[in-house]
Nanobody, 118 residues
Framework: VQLQASGGGLVQAGGSLRLSCAAS????????MGWFRQAPGKEREFVGG????????YYTDSLKGRFAISRNKFKKTVYLQMNNLEPEDTAIYYC????????????WGQGTLVTVSS
């Protein structure tokens, strides 16, 4: 499994950014695809996820309403739309995958850096 996040950059507070996660290496039917982030000096935290087959989404409570996850099965790509960004959203963003019945995430790539200026 290979997952590669991209689309990061510098954005002003209040702005928007869409990240992409290109997936390859297997059929992801039955998998969840997740987004995570790690801010400087902090532990990695879960952002949200999407069921590859059904498109069901779930998010960490603090990000509901600002972040939205979607996927394009044909392009094998998962997206993270981030709106009304805050400086506290500055982090490296990663994507990963896990089978529905598993708790282990894998396929971590390099991540993509998002910097939100005030």
């Amino acid at each position: 499994v290979q997952l590669q996040a991209s689309g990061g950059g510098l954005v002003q507070a209040g702005g928007s950014l869409r990240l992409s996660c290109a997936a390859s290496g297997r059929n992801f039917s039955g998998y969840y695809m997740g987004w995570f982030r790690q801010a400087p000096g902090k532990e990695r935290e879960f952002v949200g996820g999407i069921g590859w087959s059904g498109g069901d989404t779930y998010y960490t409570d603090s990000l509901k309403g600002r972040f939205a996850i979607s996927r394009n099965k044909f392009k094998k790509t998962v997206y993270l739309q981030m709106n009304n960004l805050e400086p506290e959203d500055t982090a490296i963003y990663y994507c990963a995958a896990r089978f529905r019945s598993s708790t282990e995430w894998y396929g971590w790539g390099q991540g993509t850096l998002v910097t939100v200026s005030s």
